[in-house]
């Protein structure tokens, strides 16, 4: 994948991924960081991705494991009550959904939002996580299950 | 309701309150500040790209003027003709190219047998632009989008399954013999026209299209023909 086509997959998707981020739980500046770091490291590879079967996938993935890396550090470094302080209460029920989503597992979350924000087909999901088809399944159930319990059927 | 469309409904309330960052910063800051570096390169790719557009769209005035042709006759009329596309392959990546040759590029991963519907009437402030196309291939059956311009200024043609926000609005109209449902929302696509057709669910999505606009599109498709 060429530098130009890049941007353009990174631009056309950056909504798409940056809610993505939002919606496993990164804090705005965190997904900013995460989705630069991404496009860099896809620019990095010069040409290395050239079978890559959906590139706005491949930034997802490797922004969501960017915001991981980084979370851990700041949890390590960064003072308890600061960090606290950045968690915001939910406020609307747009919010409350997204809470909810942040207390499912990570895994779960990486599917949803594969699935439903980003538009992956199962198997697209599958090989960009890595996971087999079949546990995209289970994820989807296993968090369609939990959403329902939380938040109820008519949402 | 099913989990799927329990997820996809609940997802798209959720993310689409999500206010996404202004433009500027959707580059990483080390790129723009990269003096010569990646900025600048992108800049002279895209220099170059508009030299190479005008002049395939001064060519392409005589045979097809975008934005200036009149509302095109119905499914009826004949196919566009489709540069030849040497051998058929899916398109896995996106791939930026100009109008006549990105929609050569779909027309050669699909099946003659499945539509590919090109528009002939887009609004003069697409005129210029070339095209990326996003993906043609068969993933859970033939898919392809196309995408004409950029960041707030979008249109995009899609065979398949795509993603939507909630509609806040719906119609249903009767285009091209076939029923046509346009919806608006609050997130993505701001505007779009969702259809059954020979070959499957088409689509056109776009950030900034007016309704008079999205109509007359649909109305000015018409299928690209093969080599």
Redesign the interface.
Same mark, same amino acid.
């Given at each position: 994948v060429k530098a130009e086509t890049w941007e353009q997959v990174y631009e056309t998707a950056f909504p798409r991924l940056y809610r993505g981020l939002i919606a496993i739980g990164a804090r705005p500046t965190e997904a900013e960081d995460a989705l630069h770091d991404a496009f860099l490291d896809a620019l990095g590879k010069n040409g290395e991705l050239q079978d890559l079967h959906r590139p706005d996938g491949w930034l997802f993935v490797v922004a969501a494991r960017r915001w991981r890396r980084q979370r851990i550090r700041d949890r390590i470094f960064a003072p308890f009550g600061s960090a606290k302080d950045q968690c915001s209460e939910p406020s609307s029920d747009h919010v409350a959904v997204l809470a909810e989503i942040a207390r499912l597992p990570l895994r779960q979350r990486q599917v949803l939002v594969s699935r439903y924000v980003l538009d992956l087909s199962q198997e697209e999901t599958a090989e960009l996580l890595g996971i087999a088809r079949g546990t995209v399944a289970a994820a989807t159930t296993q968090a369609a299950a939990k959403l329902r319990e939380r938040l109820g059927n008519d949402r | 309701?099913n %989990?799927e469309r *329990? +997820? @996809? +409904? $609940? $997802? %798209? %309330?959720?993310?689409?309150?999500?206010e996404?960052?202004p433009r500027e910063? !959707? $580059?990483?800051?080390? =790129?723009r500040r990269a003096g010569i570096g $990646?900025g600048s390169?992108?800049g002279l790719?895209?220099a170059a +790209?508009a030299l190479v557009i005008v002049g395939v769209f001064i060519g392409q005035q005589r045979e097809s003027p975008v934005g200036t042709q009149p509302t095109a006759s119905p499914l009826a009329t004949a196919t566009v003709a489709a540069t030849p596309t040497p051998s058929a392959k899916a398109v896995? =990546?996106? /791939?930026?190219a100009n109008e006549s040759e990105g929609w050569s590029l779909v027309r050669a991963s699909i099946p003659q047998d499945v539509t590919v519907l090109r528009p002939r009437w887009l609004p003069e402030r697409y005129a210029a632009d070339s095209v990326?196309v996003? *993906?043609a291939h068969n993933?859970?059956g033939w898919r392809y989008r196309v995408?004409y311009g =950029?960041?707030n200024r @979008?249109v995009l043609f899609a065979l398949g399954? /795509?993603?939507s926000a909630r509609p806040n609005s719906t119609e249903t109209l009767t285009m091209r013999g076939v029923s046509v449902t346009i919806s608006t929302t609050s997130d !993505?696509p701001a505007i779009q026209a969702i259809w059954d057709d020979v070959g499957g669910t088409y689509s056109i999505q776009s950030t900034d299209l007016t309704r008079d606009e999205l109509i007359r599109i649909v109305e000015s498709l018409q299928p690209v023909a093969g080599s």
């Open positions: - | 309701m %989990d *329990y +997820l @996809t +409904l $609940l $997802l %798209d %309330d959720a993310v689409a309150a999500v996404v960052p910063r !959707w $580059l990483p800051r080390r =790129t $990646l390169a992108f790719v895209a +790209l896995e =990546t996106p /791939v930026p990326v996003e *993906y993933v859970g995408g =950029t960041g @979008t399954s /795509v993603n !993505w």
